[in-house]
């Protein structure tokens, strides 16, 4: 057997590992019934005073002993930093991916290979429609006469549908990235969503981002050494020029900066 074949049969087999570690996980995991709105709207609230000026490792681990797997990460699949970080808390949470139909194909393959390598579990997200039965009622590239409309259809509503059986989710908004984005707190009451909202990445920069993918080898989206440091659907989003704010390459030429999820 030659060195390249003995390598792909050990990777097909760490694989195999890894997919069996997972299902037992998935079998054995229990979870108590979700609490009231008014109670986590209770503990959001305090937690959201308590981690002021707190480090992303205590957030964590206070998150891993309140909620457990209530907790989904939300993933855009830039990269796997976000999973990676709250993974080693909570081996195989839930990490949810919105499959709007619109993704470059590097996205895609980032998903893959987050799903066959890490020890989380990937939940695809998908819109009530299709994008052909979209365009069949809406008429096609709704996206560009009506982003909101597209982003609420095939972005907000299928992840508010899908966090309802949790209690907590945890996204990888950062404080950097932008002007709607500074005060970002580590945590807060999600009030759109009726459960407790987490970003332990807030405080981090860009840069600490990539220094800790290339750290603990944690796979990043090639589009993101691409000029892409903000990545969404490849109908919505450019490369971004040196010195420009990072997310100006999405939904650029309109009078839009987010998609909902966090607004």
């Known amino acids: 057997m030659t060195e390249r074949a ?3 049969a050990e990777r097909r087999a760490q694989q195999i590992a890894h997919g069996d570690e997972r299902a037992a996980h998935l079998a054995a995991r229990k979870q108590p019934a979700r609490r009231s709105a008014d109670d986590l709207q209770r503990i959001a609230e305090a937690a959201e005073e308590r981690f002021v000026g707190s480090d992303t490792t205590e957030v964590l681990a206070w998150v891993a002993e309140e909620f457990g797997h209530r907790t989904a990460v939300a993933c855009s699949m830039a990269d796997a930093v976000l999973p990676h970080v709250v993974a080693t808390h ?3 949470v839930d990490t949810l991916f919105l499959e ?3 993704h470059f194909a590097e996205t895609i393959g980032t998903r893959d290979a987050v799903e066959s390598t890490m020890r989380l579990t990937i939940v695809d997200v998908k819109p009530a429609r299709s994008v052909g039965e979209q365009d069949a009622e809406f ?4 996206y560009e006469r009506d982003p909101g409309l597209c982003c609420e259809m095939r972005k907000v509503q299928p992840l508010h549908d899908s ?3 949790y209690e ?3 996204t990888g908004v950062r404080r950097d990235e932008g002007p709607t984005r500074t005060g970002s707190p580590f945590v807060t009451w999600d009030a759109k969503n009726r459960l407790v909202k987490i970003n332990p990445l807030a405080a981090w920069t860009f840069d600490q981002l990539l220094a800790y993918a290339d750290e603990h080898d944690v796979i990043v989206n090639p589009l993101v050494n691409d000029g892409y440091p903000s990545i969404g659907c490849s109908t919505c989003t450019r490369r971004v020029a040196p010195g420009e704010d990072p997310r100006a390459g999405r939904w650029a030429g309109l009078d839009k900066t987010e998609c909902g999820l966090h607004s």
Do not use: D, F, V
């Not at 008429?139 to 709704?142: A, D, I, N, P």
């Open 6 to 8: 003995l390598s792909l």
């Open 90 to 92: 909570l081996p195989w």
């Open 100 to 102: 709007t139909g619109y």
């Open 139 to 142: 008429g096609r590239r709704l």
């Open 163 to 165: 966090l309802q059986g």
């Open 168 to 170: 907590a989710w945890i």
